[in-house]
């Protein structure tokens, strides 16, 4: 990999976790600054199942401005962090034409990506 994609990688994956940790961090913060404007008495439920539907579930409390939901969203947005680095790499390994790795990527997060979307089977 040459010199400047390499330097551009490292500045993406840079990027990326400061904006990952920043977003977490703010969105679990208005959480816990809700829980105790109300007293804090709230008792947050635990979405749980395929991902689409914690997702529906957090965007609804959200605009309710229940706290758990800021919570959830920041843990969801701690959970999409390492699969968006390697979606990162994946690109970048497009670029340099390592169709190995971008093979092993791909296999990676499609396999992530099927586990959030089947949910949790009650087991």
Known sequence: ?????????RLVTTWLL????????FSILVGLTLFLARGA???????????????AY???EAMAWRPSAFLDVGILVILFTPLARL????????RVRDW?????GAMV????LVGLFMGQSGV
Do not use: C
């Open 1 to 9: 990999m040459s010199e400047r994609l390499e330097a551009q990688r």
């Open 18 to 25: 400061r904006l990952s940790i920043g977003l977490a961090a």
């Open 41 to 55: 008495v709230y008792f947050p439920t635990t979405p749980s199942g395929r991902i689409d539907a914690i997702l």
């Open 58 to 60: 957090a965007w609804r």
């Open 87 to 94: 979606l990162s790499g994946v690109v970048a390994n497009v």
């Open 100 to 104: 190995l790795y971008v093979g092993i």
């Open 109 to 112: 997060i499609a396999l992530v």
